[in-house]
């Protein structure tokens, strides 16, 4: 009794902050995902991540047991490369899609001891993957800029970067530089990466990898022969970073830190980072999807199967909105479902995008209807400006209120 109280008095008081109700762009699918061809379904095992492209009348599924390539309708299967899927962070597992629509390209980082590698498939022909061979002894993530690929492993102190079009070696860098000795400097958990390919910088944050503290780096990678650290900070003593990606406007780098579920924006002047630039989900991220047309991102939660159950939902997030970065929040799956989310993609079109999701939980591909236009400022906002506490807290009772009407 004494927790529904509770829940009540949060909900009159959400009511009470909200002084308009933001509009609304997203729009949900059915409720069973959209149809997969059976032996996909069959063989393929788990389903980790998608890929969709009308121009090329393709459909990609990542699954447990290699990539599938099918019709853009999704009718038939036209080819599949099998292989042990994959490195990354269980259960997102990446098909890194970021040059596919220039270059009819994507990555995959597969599951294979020394010599790790890259897989370079052809959308329309997964059947001969090129392979890069990676020279860091250990499992690693990728970030993309300007056609090159930027590798970085917990138990390695170097950065590769390789190209992405030869998918030959360009060079290796330490990314500690050995500043700081109190870590070890041989083990130093870099993990979530991202690179700003209009300013040429490239952020690494740590994982998890105690002694190493909560930092994260910013290098100047204009020149692969020269590359320099440009600033450095400490978020916390112990969090996992584990994502990131840059919004193009401001070049602040946004993380996410599985471990407390911190989603946040660092500046790209000083790394300063705080609430007006967060944001908060009811559970943890596990997949998202950046709009940089339109500076909005997408954040999905996964369900919980708990007391009380919880919708896994998708957040639209306004990244240059400080103080109100979330817009709108919609479950993704079928309201009162307690499922997991592993892959997403987000494919654009007119008069509406799409976005897919993948529910790991029952092997399906959930989509989100995006209806054309925003209600997200497009340019940053000027130094001047102030966002009040008032803002701040609007937002969070916002999605406070979601959370107990979805439960």
Known sequence: MAGASFSVLLLLVALSF??????????????????????????????????ADQSRNVFLILAGNGL?????????????????????????????????????????????????????????????????????????????????????????????????ITMTFVNR?????????????TYPGGWGIAVDSIRDLLYIGVDCDSPTPGFIWQWNVSDFNNTNLVDSTVWGA?????????EVADGRAWFYEDDAGFIGGFSMNGLSWGSDYSVPTVNYRQASEYDPNIHTAYFLDRGSGGSPKYTGQVYRACLLDPGNIIHEVLPWQQLGQTNNVCGSYLEYGAPTSTLYVVDCSINAVMTVTILNGTDCPQSPPSSSSCTSSASTLSGFMAELFSYFLFC
């Open 238 to 246: 112990d969090p996992c970073f584990n994502y990131a990606f840059v």
């Open 68 to 164: 599938y390539q099918m019709d853009y309708a999704r009718t038939t299967l036209l080819a599949h490369h099998s292989f042990s899927c994959c490195s990354g962070n269980y259960p997102s597992y990446l098909l890194y899609t970021d040059i596919a629509a220039d270059t009819g390209f994507v990555y995959v980082i597969p599951s294979v001891s020394f010599p790790y590698q890259v897989l370079r498939f052809s959308v329309t022909n997964v059947t001969l993957p090129t392979v890069y061979n990676a020279t860091i002894d250990t499992s690693f993530q990728m970030a993309i800029g300007n056609f090159f690929g930027f590798l970085v492993g917990q138990n390695d102190a170097f950065v590769e970067i390789f190209d992405l």
């Open 18 to 51: 909200l002084g308009c109700e933001a509009s609304s762009y997203l729009v949900p699918g059915n409720n069973t995902g959209i149809a997969i061809p059976t032996f996909v379904s069959d063989t393929g095992g788990m389903f980790y991540d998608v890929y």
């Open 173 to 185: 860098f330490n990314y500690t530089q050995n500043y700081y000795p109190w870590f070890d400097p």
